[in-house]
């Protein structure tokens, strides 16, 4: 895996509200086809660090390449080439699952024809043949997540990243969710995904935890217990976050 | 004395097409900690709406402190504190003015009782002026905990306080719980299987039913099944092949193993491992189920989709 193309390169990369320093010169690199798990406690700054990254928020020091481009300069080349989905916001309630389906294939660029033969194989690998016309919102909760997630990766993008993305789903569906993850990842699409299910981090190739703003830690899940002579990334993740100056979102 | 009594009941949406709750009936003692464990969709927020007295059951019977939650909601609502799901504070009065306010609604002062929201108000007071609405998402909850509290309810009723709160904040919501059960019963809900331990007793819940209830030990001690622990280098690779075995009731991932469920006796672990023996870096261990295991043992045969 080290030796594949680097899609994520971060460098010092920061961002300051005011006097806050939100994300403090972080440096990391996700290589393609890695599933790599960003987490931090409530407030540690992976949701600026993330909205930096998909090209909606600017850096204020440092830089970053996504997908072979500027995070800063080229932000807009920067979204054709990735997928992201969270859990606030992904699909649109009040209308049906095709008109979704048709919406974001349309905006991710793809053509009708295109269009038609992903949206029938999509129906249909999601086994939602029979809700084409269902209303999203009448949807259970782990279909809406099935549904958002293959639409953030409809145009087949480098990386796809995913903001607490099973939250509040059974402990089946959720597993479920993480093999859609899995298979995402075979077939080369890089995942960059934040979590506060510690167990989830054990399913990731490497994973950073971020505490103040800055990477205190980062390496393969096996790695990080040998190095915190810990038997669970749950144990790591309150070590660190125990020593938090900063609490809040 | 239960402080909680609920006898069948069922609540219904869109003329009966959608049953929140199925008939659902238990009981909570004075001073205990009980949690209703089940995802999104399970039922749990109906079942606190309508102990709250905030819903109409379509049928069944409900007591609070053995008050009727139809005929004496006015009495109910003096006696319990409720912190919804949703941040329900108001965002434009501080940290104390929400407080204060919620105190006033009850008749009450702060100060008169302040002795059951100290623990937790201690870690507000630096922030007693800010408004409600830029505090972080932990220290929210800890304000509505508290104005759920200032009151001194007989019973407080959580409505997943802890959802999408980062690990750490979720031990120290749940240390505090403990620390106010001597002195209060808590029926609180949420969505994280691990939680479930930190109860007395716990209903699993799932489609507006409730699947069993019992101590956590209780639950785990009922479940029947051999559990194993298998890991390997090509762990994806590895679901799929244990799932295409016979007799296999269940293989999902747990962290960095699978959990390998089935009916006891049905496979041993030399058989197991000559059936993988394509794989390598196997390692089977037998486990010791956790609540997660045994939530997943129940849903199992409805986990079609």
């Given at each position: 895996m080290q030796h594949t193309e680097q899609v994520i390169q971060a460098v010092n990369l920061t961002k300051r509200f005011g006097e806050f320093t939100a994300v403090d010169h972080i440096n990391f690199t996700v290589h393609q086809g890695e599933v790599f798990g960003f987490l931090g406690a409530n407030g540690a700054g992976k949701t600026t660090a993330m909205k930096m990254l998909i090209g909606i928020s600017t850096p204020t020091e440092g830089s970053a390449t996504v997908a072979g481009f500027d995070i800063a300069t080229q932000s807009e080349s920067v979204k054709q080439r990735i997928g992201y989905m969270s859990q606030k916001f992904s699909l649109y309630e009040d209308i049906p699952v095709m008109e979704n389906i048709r919406f974001f294939g349309g905006i991710y660029g793809l053509r009708s024809k295109e269009l038609k033969t992903k949206a029938a194989a999509l129906l249909e690998t999601l086994e939602m043949g029979s809700h084409a016309k269902t209303l999203v919102r009448d949807l259970p909760l782990g279909w809406k997540q099935k549904l958002a997630f293959s639409l953030a990766i409809i145009h087949e993008p480098k990386i796809v990243f995913l903001d607490?993305?099973?939250?509040?789903?059974?402990p089946i569906t959720r597993r479920k969710f993480w093999e859609l993850i899995y298979a995402a990842a075979a077939r080369g699409i890089t995942v960059f995904v934040t979590t506060h299910y510690m167990d989830e981090a054990?399913?990731?190739?490497r994973i950073s935890i971020m505490v103040d703003g800055r990477i205190a830690a980062m390496d393969t899940p096996a790695n990080l217990k040998t190095q915190f002579q810990s038997t669970s990334i749950d144990a790591i993740f309150t070590q660190l976050a125990r020593g938090a100056q900063r609490s809040g979102d | 004395m239960s402080a909680v009594i609920v006898e069948h009941i069922t609540k219904t949406f869109n003329k009966g097409k959608i049953k929140a709750l199925d008939n659902v009936s238990f009981s909570v003692q004075e001073g205990e900690l009980f949690g209703l464990i089940g995802?999104?969709?399970?039922g749990k927020t109906s079942l606190f709406r309508i102990l709250t007295t905030l819903w109409l059951a379509d049928s069944g019977k409900a007591e609070v402190k053995g008050l009727d939650v139809v005929q004496d909601y006015k009495a109910i609502r003096k006696r319990i504190g409720y912190m919804p799901g949703k941040f329900s504070l108001y965002q434009d009065l501080t940290v104390e003015e929400n407080l204060s306010f919620f105190a006033t609604l009850f008749n009450t002062t702060i100060r008169e009782n302040y002795d059951l929201v100290k623990d937790i108000y201690v870690q507000l007071e630096p922030f007693k002026?800010?408004?409600?609405?830029?505090?972080s998402g932990g220290m929210k909850q800890k304000l509505a905990l508290c104005c759920a509290l200032i009151h001194k309810p007989d019973v407080l009723f959580l409505d997943e306080p802890t959802t999408g709160v980062d690990p750490v904040s979720r031990k120290e919501f749940w240390e505090m719980l403990r620390r106010l059960q001597s002195r209060i019963t808590i029926i609180v809900s949420t969505p994280y299987m691990d939680e479930a331990t930190l109860c007395d007793r716990i209903a699993l819940m799932q489609d507006g039913r409730i699947m069993q209830l019992d101590t956590p030990e209780g639950i785990v001690r009922s479940f029947n099944d051999t559990l194993l622990s298998i890991r390997g280098n090509d762990m994806f690779g590895l679901i799929g092949a244990i799932r295409a075995?016979?007799?296999?009731s269940g293989c999902y991932a747990f962290g960095e193993s699978l959990h390998v469920r089935f009916?006891?006796?049905?496979?041993t672990e030399t058989g197991l491992r000559s059936a993988l023996e394509q794989f390598s870096g196997l390692v089977i261990e037998p486990i010791t189920p956790g609540i997660e295991d045994c939530f997943m043992a129940l849903i199992e045969p409805h986990a079609a989709h």
């Open positions: 607490e993305p099973t939250g509040g789903v059974d054990e399913y990731c190739n | 995802p999104d969709g399970a002026d800010r408004k409600a609405g830029k505090l075995l016979p007799e296999i009916p006891a006796d049905a496979w």
